[in-house]
T-cell receptor, first 112, second 114 residues
């Protein structure tokens, strides 16, 4: 079965610093989703990447998909306290499935 | 209006009890899901329904029984609750099956079994 591994598992950064979270799959990626979870809340959709080499940005968050490496990265530029939370990557279990398999999450703290 | 709503938000109960969590989506989506997030924040799919039909049934104890009275609702009933059932349960929906777009998640139900 497919597994997603995120690194690092937790991260503490000073406000204004850049950071990167990685998500590596044990099998071929047929798309990659990034979600953010705040404490006590549900998952908020950030971005969906579907093609190798694809890169998307939203405000100060950029995500890339490297299909050959079966990996995606999430980069936050000039981090702010509002970026704090748990970041989860998710991928379809196979090429034609309705279920998302998630990584174990990366907990981000941003110190003012 | 909340797109995917779950009730209750918190549920504290004794071992051996039976409890239900309700979920409703007002997005007109065809597919709904139940996910379980354990204490290590690992999120794992449990069930999925498409137009009231069960399409995903992961390795879950048969004490867990989902029910979809219509495509806007997916409830989760748990019999004979055990300590290990303590977790956050998330309901989600998506427009279509198979998944081609994002999942919309509810805010979660934190279940504590004492």
């Amino acid at each position: 079965s497919q597994e997603l591994e995120q690194s690092p598992q937790s991260l503490i950064v000073q406000e204004g610093k850049n950071l990167t979270i990685n998500c590596t799959s044990s099998k071929t990626l047929y798309g990659l989703y990034w979600y953010k979870q705040k404490y006590g809340e549900g998952l908020i959709f950030l971005m969906m990447l579907q093609k190798g080499g694809e890169e998307k940005s939203h405000e100060k968050i950029t995500a890339k998909l490297d299909e050959k490496k079966q990996q995606s990265s999430l980069h936050i530029t000039a981090s702010q306290p509002s970026h704090a939370g748990i970041y989860l990557c998710g991928a379809p279990g196979s090429s034609n499935t309705g279920k998302l398999i998630f990584g174990q999450g990366t907990t981000l703290q941003v110190k003012p | 209006d909340t797109a995917v709503s779950q009730t209750p938000k918190y549920l504290v109960t004794q071992m051996g009890n039976d409890k239900s969590i309700k979920c409703e989506q007002n997005l007109g989506h065809d597919t709904m899901y139940w996910y379980k997030q354990d204490s290590k924040k690992f999120l794992k799919i449990m069930f999925s329904y498409n137009n009231k039909e069960l399409i995903i049934n992961e390795t879950v104890p048969n004490r867990f029984s989902p029910k979809s009275p219509d495509k806007a609702h997916l409830n989760l009933h748990i019999n004979s609750l055990e300590l290990g059932d303590s977790a956050v349960y998330f309901c989600a929906s998506s427009p279509t099956w198979p998944l081609g777009e994002k999942l919309f998640f509810g805010s979660g139900t934190q279940l504590s079994v004492l």
